[in-house]
């Protein structure tokens, strides 16, 4: 049984920088890799983060594009202001706090839109039974899709975060129609025990 209680070298890497969680080092791959929050042809960046607390993806935004990037995160619970230092009180940042498959914040969302990228580390609160928590992953990463194809521009760039088994093969199908390139990778900094994995979608057509 993994012991998630005790930090590993990410988590211990992730305190050191001030981000609440070690899943930074996820994004911080996906970018350096596939230039996922540089689409081509975007000079300032509209960017969509879904499933966005404790807020280390939104900071790494923030800190890394800065000024330059308009960005909306939505997640059912707050974010961790303390670790955003002010960051997440400027005017190019907004945050909804609501379910991002619910109609207001799916109309909240779609009024700040268009974005050049959608971003989405949402996972359902896991409850032990790998076949329901893939379930209700595919569903938030459909939710996230859904964001993607109605909402992204053209030359747009996704990544979600989906856990391995059930139905992903038709998501990624999709992706591949939807975007010039699309493909399945899995960070390091993602537990090696974990089923967790990202689809990026890179260019939309
Ligand atoms: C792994 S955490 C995200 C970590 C975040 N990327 C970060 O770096 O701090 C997954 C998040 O998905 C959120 N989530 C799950 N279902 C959601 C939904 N229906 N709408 C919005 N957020 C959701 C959870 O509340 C949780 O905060």
Known sequence: MANYS??????????REGYPARSVYKLSELNEQFRLLHPRGASTSRIL??????GSWSLYVLRHI?????????????LSRVHGKGLFDRDNFFFIQGDM??????AAILERAPYHVVISDAAPATMGSRSIDTLRSLA???TALFYAETALTTGGNFAVKVFQGGDTITLLKRLRE???SAKSFKPKACRRESFETYYLGLGKK
């Open 66 to 78: 800065g000024q330059a990037c308009q960005l909306t995160a939505c997640d059912l619970s707050p």
């Open 140 to 142: 938030l990463a459909e």
């Open 49 to 54: 983060d879904l499933g966005a607390a404790p």
């Open 101 to 106: 498959t619910d109609e207001a914040t799916q």
């Open 6 to 15: 005790k930090p590993d070298s990410w988590a211990l890497r992730a305190q």
């Open 178 to 180: 939807i975007f010039t």
